[in-house]
């Protein structure tokens, strides 16, 4: 981090600031220059705050050179992070998953079937969500802790771990057999949520919020980093611009710069970012090619009644045809980099 003094700056507060600074654990290089004195500071400067030194009034401007994302940054782990979501389900580092189920449970005959049918097509990992955050209080809201039974129900029948949005911490105690916890992107924010889940012993998935920037992304994972959990995995699902044909824009450069900044697993949801189903196929496989760990995919056995999110839900049998394109599309894309 870099900061540049005023020109005017007194002796006095000039070292009450280097003081401070090194009370802080850094070291201080300072150059002094004909007009203006610059302030290096080496060491992690993670908990630094740039708006306080900013207001300061010998303070000129304040420049970070290094992120504020320590865990997840890839400069201290230039590996990629590899874990398991779910029993021998690795992601991470050219391990792939396909998490495939509907928008919400439904009920036991849907959530099982659906289940069955997306295991069959070469899924990995089970979605539906038990607590629903919709825009509408109408709308429906989720079968709740139901749902999380009938999860367990069709996780037991296929084998396949499950996935599911915890919405408020005050449900934690409900989701001791979920295998990945997903925090939703109307949630990437909720920082009481982040900390407590950094205390958890499972793999938590964050999606990024509609208006968030990969920085503020990456420093959501960092909350549940800090906390010792280390097995963070980063979604892309879509954030909102300007065009309003697609229910968000599918920002697929997320994939490369993500990987770029962070040691992370990143996922892409193409549902929710396209809310159109016919789109759901073509900006999946743009996602395995752009070089996602994985992919989140809505899929209902009858999108015209699901009671959410229908309209951007494709069928199993799509599904079955997408799921077999992504591994040809991994195979052809293993045997070009090894050329
Ligand atoms: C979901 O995956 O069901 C969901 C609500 O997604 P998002 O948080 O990305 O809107
Ligand atoms: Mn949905």
Same mark, same amino acid.
């Given at each position: 981090?870099?900061i540049?003094? !005023?020109?005017?700056?007194?002796?006095d507060?000039?070292q009450?600031?280097?003081?401070?600074?090194?009370?802080m654990g850094?070291d201080?290089h300072?150059?002094e220059?004909?007009? &203006? =004195?610059?302030?290096?500071?080496?060491?992690?400067?993670?908990?630094? %705050?740039?708006d306080?030194?900013?207001?300061?009034?010998?303070?000129?401007?304040? !420049?970070?050179?290094q992120?504020?994302?320590k865990?997840?940054?890839?400069?201290?782990?230039p %590996?990629?992070?590899?874990? /398991?979501?779910?029993?021998d389900?690795?992601?991470?580092?050219?391990?792939?998953?396909i998490i495939?189920?509907?928008?919400?449970v439904?009920?036991? /005959?849907?959530?099982c =079937?659906i289940?069955?049918?997306?295991?069959?097509?070469?899924?990995?990992?089970?979605r539906?969500?038990?607590?629903?955050? *919709?825009?509408?209080p #109408?709308?429906f &809201?989720?079968?709740?802790?139901?749902?999380?039974?009938?999860?367990?129900l069709?996780k037991?029948? =296929?084998?396949l771990?499950?996935?599911?949005?915890?919405?408020?911490? @005050?449900?934690?105690?409900l989701?001791?057999?979920?295998? $990945?916890i997903q925090v939703?992107?109307r949630?990437? &924010?909720?920082?009481?949520?982040?900390?407590?889940?950094?205390?958890?012993?499972k793999?938590?998935?964050? !999606? *990024?919020?509609?208006?968030?920037?990969?920085?503020?992304?990456?420093?959501s994972a960092? #909350?549940?980093?800090?906390g010792g959990n280390?097995?963070?995995?980063?979604?892309?699902?879509g954030?909102?611009t300007?065009?309003? #044909?697609?229910?968000?824009t599918?920002?697929i450069?997320?994939?490369?710069?993500?990987?770029?900044?962070?040691?992370?697993? $990143?996922?892409?949801?193409?549902?929710?970012?396209?809310?159109?189903? *016919?789109?759901?196929p073509?900006?999946?496989l743009?996602?395995?090619?752009?070089?996602?760990?994985?992919?989140m995919?809505?899929?209902?056995? %009858?999108p015209?009644?699901?009671?959410? %999110?229908?309209?951007? @839900?494709?069928?199993?049998?799509?599904?079955?045809?997408?799921a077999?394109q992504?591994?040809?599309?991994?195979?052809?894309?293993?045997a070009?980099?090894?050329?």
């Amino acid at each position: 981090m870099i900061i540049l003094l !005023k020109n005017n700056t007194k002796n006095d507060e000039l070292q009450s600031l280097i003081e401070w600074l090194k009370n802080m654990g850094l070291d201080v290089h300072i150059s002094e220059g004909a007009e &203006q =004195t610059l302030l290096g500071l080496i060491g992690d400067t993670s908990r630094i %705050d740039t708006d306080l030194i900013q207001a300061l009034d010998i303070v000129e401007s304040v !420049k970070r050179i290094q992120e504020p994302y320590k865990n997840a940054n890839r400069k201290f782990h230039p %590996d990629d992070s590899i874990f /398991e979501v779910g029993k021998d389900n690795l992601i991470g580092g050219g391990h792939f998953q396909i998490i495939a189920g509907p928008c919400s449970v439904e009920n036991e /005959e849907q959530i099982c =079937t659906i289940a069955k049918d997306v295991k069959k097509s070469g899924a990995t990992i089970l979605r539906g969500g038990a607590f629903k955050p *919709r825009t509408s209080p #109408y709308s429906f &809201q989720g079968l709740r802790q139901e749902g999380i039974r009938l999860l367990l129900l069709a996780k037991k029948e =296929t084998g396949l771990p499950i996935i599911t949005e915890l919405m408020d911490l @005050s449900q934690l105690s409900l989701f001791d057999e979920v295998d $990945v916890i997903q925090v939703g992107a109307r949630n990437m &924010q909720n920082f009481e949520m982040l900390k407590e889940l950094g205390h958890c012993d499972k793999p938590i998935l964050i !999606k *990024r919020g509609m208006s968030s920037t990969f920085q503020e992304l990456l420093m959501s994972a960092e #909350y549940v980093m800090s906390g010792g959990n280390e097995r963070v995995i980063l979604c892309e699902r879509g954030i909102r611009t300007f065009e309003t #044909y697609t229910r968000n824009t599918l920002d697929i450069s997320a994939v490369p710069v993500l990987k770029e900044l962070s040691h992370l697993p $990143v996922v892409v949801d193409p549902s929710h970012a396209t809310g159109m189903s *016919r789109m759901v196929p073509p900006m999946a496989l743009a996602a395995t090619a752009a070089g996602a760990d994985g992919l989140m995919v809505e899929v209902h056995n %009858d999108p015209a009644h699901a009671l959410c %999110d229908g309209p951007q @839900s494709i069928t199993p049998e799509t599904f079955d045809k997408l799921a077999h394109q992504v591994k040809s599309l991994r195979n052809a894309m293993n045997a070009a980099l090894e050329c």
